[in-house]
């Protein structure tokens, strides 16, 4: 079987979208990228990225430009080429990405390029190969994987914590077990001044936690709603309860992702005001006068550093629950 000889005519499809590519990667790399929304963590992550001084859009902006003018040849050859290059080294960024933080806008930028690529296999292969149709390419499943599995996690980032009661992007965020007594704790002290973030330590706190949801939903207080969570069991339909067991499965894989095993998870966006340096430096002026000191593992000898802290930032005596997460308090409590 003879190779076609036959003169290939520009691919006019890949060239409009390399050009909206460069488009794309334009926009994103000027000022108004500020303005764009962008819901995923690594939008921010990204935006800055730069090698030499040269933004990563700029960079692809460029990459762009020099595929819509090879797609305009009469030779794919070259154009595949390039494309295959601009799709390994996008396969890297990807790799990169997963390891940190998924950019939905960086994979806008890598649908173009692996688009584009798709598109000039075929009349590459038509014309350089004796089969018409190409064998499916490495390069493309493996960035395929890599785009499926970056937007996965993309889309689990946006599913976000299920928030029982408080404002979801509150700058105090309490993780909790209704039958915990230290996070039982933690919800009177934070009541009206966090978020309240459910995890199921045992079986018991899958009804506990709809008795409060019931409660919260009738317009109760967070404090009341943890009273109610051992009242009369609230009925809920089957899917309803399935989606409740994903919603604490979520929350609980929040907490042990950032490394933690014990509840309450107590987090707090800022530093409280009036406890600074010198709020700090007062309090440890005192203790180094003589004044006395009856905390465990606080002493002439120990550091003076923590006793500048908030009481509810204060790393001594801890109240915490469960090891893996696992209940500190087998019995119901009495609340």
Same mark, same amino acid.
């Given at each position: $079987?003879?190779?076609?000889?036959?003169?290939?005519?520009?691919?006019?499809?890949?060239?409009? +979208? *390399?050009? +909206?590519?460069?488009?794309?990667?334009?926009?994103?790399?000027?000022?108004?990228?500020?303005?764009?929304? &962008?819901?995923?963590?690594?939008?921010?992550?990204?935006?800055?990225?730069?090698?030499?001084?040269?933004?990563?859009?700029?960079?692809?902006?460029?990459?762009?430009?020099?595929?819509?003018?090879? &797609?305009?040849?009469?030779?794919?050859? !070259?154009?595949?080429?390039?494309?295959? %290059?601009?799709?390994?080294?996008? &396969?890297?960024?990807?790799?990169?990405?997963?390891?940190?933080?998924? /950019?939905?806008?960086?994979?806008?930028?890598?649908?173009?390029?692996?688009? #584009?690529?798709?598109?000039?296999?075929?009349?590459?292969?038509?014309?350089?190969?004796?089969?018409?149709? =190409?064998?499916?390419?490495?390069?493309?499943?493996?960035?395929?994987?890599?785009?499926?599995?970056?937007?996965? *996690?993309?889309?689990?980032?946006?599913?976000?914590?299920?928030?029982?009661?408080?404002?979801?992007?509150?700058?105090?965020?309490?993780?909790?077990?209704?039958?915990?007594?230290?996070?039982?704790?933690?919800?009177?002290?934070?009541?009206?001044?966090?978020?309240?973030? !459910?995890?199921?330590?045992?079986?018991?706190?899958?009804?506990?936690?709809?008795? $409060?949801? *019931?409660?919260?939903?009738?317009? @109760?207080?967070?404090?009341?709603?943890?009273?109610?969570?051992?009242?009369?069991?609230?009925?809920?339909?089957?899917?309803?309860?399935?989606?409740?067991?994903?919603?604490?499965?979520?929350? @609980?894989?929040?907490?042990?992702?950032?490394?933690?095993? @014990? %509840?309450?998870?107590?987090?707090?966006?800022?530093?409280?005001?009036?406890?600074?340096?010198?709020?700090?430096?007062? #309090?440890?002026?005192?203790?180094?006068?003589?004044?006395?000191?009856?905390?465990?593992?606080?002493?002439?000898?120990?550091?003076?550093?923590?006793?500048?802290? =908030? !009481?509810?930032?204060?790393?001594?005596?801890?109240?915490? &629950?469960?090891?893996?997460?696992?209940? /500190?308090? =087998?019995?119901?409590?009495?609340?």
């Amino acid at each position: $079987m003879a190779i076609s000889q036959q003169h290939s005519s520009p691919s006019w499809g890949s060239f409009i +979208l *390399a050009l +909206l590519g460069a488009a794309y990667c334009a926009v994103l790399a000027s000022p108004l990228q500020e303005s764009l929304p &962008c819901p995923s963590s690594g939008c921010y992550l990204f935006r800055d990225v730069a090698v030499a001084g040269i933004s990563f859009w700029w960079i692809g902006t460029a990459a762009f430009i020099a595929l819509a003018l090879l &797609c305009l040849s009469r030779y794919h050859a !070259p154009a595949l080429i390039f494309a295959g %290059l601009c799709l390994a080294a996008d &396969c890297v960024l990807l790799v990169v990405m997963f390891f940190t933080a998924p /950019c939905l806008t960086c994979l806008g930028a890598a649908f173009f390029f692996a688009v #584009i690529y798709l598109c000039l296999r075929r009349p590459a292969a038509a014309r350089y190969q004796v089969a018409a149709s =190409p064998r499916p390419s490495i390069l493309f499943l493996l960035w395929g994987a890599l785009f499926i599995a970056n937007l996965g *996690a993309a889309a689990t980032e946006q599913l976000g914590d299920w928030v029982l009661t408080g404002p979801a992007d509150a700058d105090r965020r309490v993780y909790f077990s209704p039958s915990c007594p230290a996070c039982r704790e933690a919800i009177t002290v934070f009541a009206g001044q966090a978020a309240f973030i !459910p995890v199921a330590e045992n079986d018991d706190d899958y009804q506990a936690i709809i008795n $409060m949801q *019931a409660a919260v939903q009738d317009g @109760k207080s967070i404090t009341e709603a943890l009273a109610a969570a051992y009242a009369d069991p609230v009925a809920v339909t089957p899917d309803a309860y399935l989606l409740l067991r994903l919603r604490l499965l979520r929350n @609980k894989g929040t907490v042990l992702g950032l490394g933690f095993n @014990k %509840l309450p998870l107590l987090m707090i966006n800022g530093m409280p005001q009036g406890y600074g340096t010198a709020g700090a430096a007062s #309090i440890s002026g005192s203790s180094a006068s003589g004044a006395s000191d009856s905390r465990p593992g606080v002493g002439s000898g120990a550091s003076d550093v923590s006793h500048g802290l =908030p !009481p509810e930032l204060n790393l001594f005596n801890l109240g915490q &629950c469960g090891d893996d997460i696992a209940p /500190c308090d =087998p019995t119901p409590p009495g609340i």
